[in-house]
């Protein structure tokens, strides 16, 4: 898992940026000032989230397991869910898509309770 959340983190990160340039170049003046504020909220998130994706590749190879591979893919599902249903609710104007972006957050809840209790169960180092 180390390497597939190092990868993801990298395309998170990568695609978070330019998401975010995107939105400040390409959406301004496109979109309304309260659907461009939903769109920076995606990004946001996504790269806040591909920062725990990297932490999670990092303390994976220190504290192997099963709760901090399951920190990592509920936080990759989490950027697809969260911040993908936001962007296609600004890009779209479809309000209905609004419905998917809570269980975007439940999955990021879900893997930074994960990466704690991986982290409280770990061996403690002096």
Known sequence: M????TLLAALFGFSGVALGAFAAHG?????SVEYLAVFHTGVQYQLVHALALLAVALLGAQLPGRLLAAAGSLFALGILLFSGSLYLLALSGIGKLGIITPFGGLAFLAGWFC????T???PRVS
């Open 2 to 5: 180390l390497r597939i959340h």
């Open 27 to 31: 959406l301004k003046g496109r979109l």
């Open 115 to 118: 990466l704690g209790l991986a």
């Open 120 to 122: 409280w169960r770990a």
